[in-house]
T-cell receptor, first 111, second 114 residues
Framework: RKEVEQDPGPFNVPEGATVAFNCTYS??????FFWYRQDCRKEPKLLMS???SGNEDGRFTAQLNRASQYISLLIRDSKLSDSATYLC????????????FGTGTRLTIIP | DGGITQSPKYLFRKEGQNVTLSCEQN?????MYWYRQDPGQGLRLIYY???????QKGDIAEGYSVSREKKESFPLTVTSAQKNPTAFYLC?????????????FGNGTRLTVT
């Protein structure tokens, strides 16, 4: 299995809908993971940090499933401004700073 | 304001020339990273440094070199040995607590080699 795998999409979702996508990983030591959002031709920006099994921030919910080694991102009541590429950084090797990104999931919210 | 600065934003070079991309941070972060992104692709790790005077190869280090002589600076040299250097290069930093802290990114440098 690759170190980090994401469904590249694209996900085309109507405005107001709920959308979820996963990120699977092969390392399982650390307790923290991150979701980033990247707009076209821009740098990634941190969306959510999670230091346990999950986190909720407004319309966004991130969860970690250690047994199955995947992390998920759920977006409720999607807005046009949610259109972006979402990148995951799963738990890395404990004691190591190496952080590997997934390839990203492209999301487009349709009016 | 603290942040991470990459320069230049756009860079053009002729094939066969080495080129150095600048990355400076004033966040007092120990760890720094270089990623490469090709159109429609994810970020791939080139090199990373956990502390001054130390760095490790990432997944695609061939054709690149780095130095970490100062905590604030982590320049990346794209050598003529890199076969496909045209890409979007992103520098990032973090506190450096073994992957428990998120990355802060610079605005990136778009390198075009012809």
């Amino acid at each position: 299995r690759k170190e980090v795998e994401q469904d590249p999409g694209p996900f085309n979702v109507p405005e107001g809908a709920t959308v979820a996508f996963n990120c699977t990983y092969s390392n399982s030591a650390s307790q923290s993971f991150f979701w980033y959002r990247q707009d076209c031709r821009k740098e990634p920006k941190l969306l959510m940090s999670v230091y346990s099994s999950g986190n909720e921030d407004g319309r966004f919910t991130a969860q970690l499933n250690r047994a199955s080694q995947y992390i998920s991102l759920l977006i409720r009541d999607s807005k046009l401004s949610d259109s972006a590429t979402y990148l995951c950084v799963p738990p890395g090797d404990f004691g190591n700073e190496k952080l590997t990104f997934g390839t990203g999931t492209r999301l487009t919210i349709i009016p | 304001d603290g942040g991470i600065t990459q320069s230049p934003k756009y860079l053009f070079r002729k094939e066969g020339q080495n080129v150095t991309l600048s990355c400076e941070q004033n966040l007092n972060h120990d760890a720094m990273y270089w990623y490469r992104q090709d159109p429609g692709q994810g970020l791939r790790l080139i090199y990373y440094s956990q502390i001054v005077n130390d760095f490790q190869k990432g997944d695609i280090a061939e054709g690149y070199s780095v130095s970490r002589e100062k905590k604030e600076s982590f320049p990346l040299t794209v050598t003529s040995a890199q076969k496909n250097p045209t890409a979007f290069y992103l520098c990032a930093s973090s506190i450096g607590d073994r992957g428990r802290s998120p990355l802060h990114f610079g605005n990136g440098t778009r390198l075009t080699v012809t």
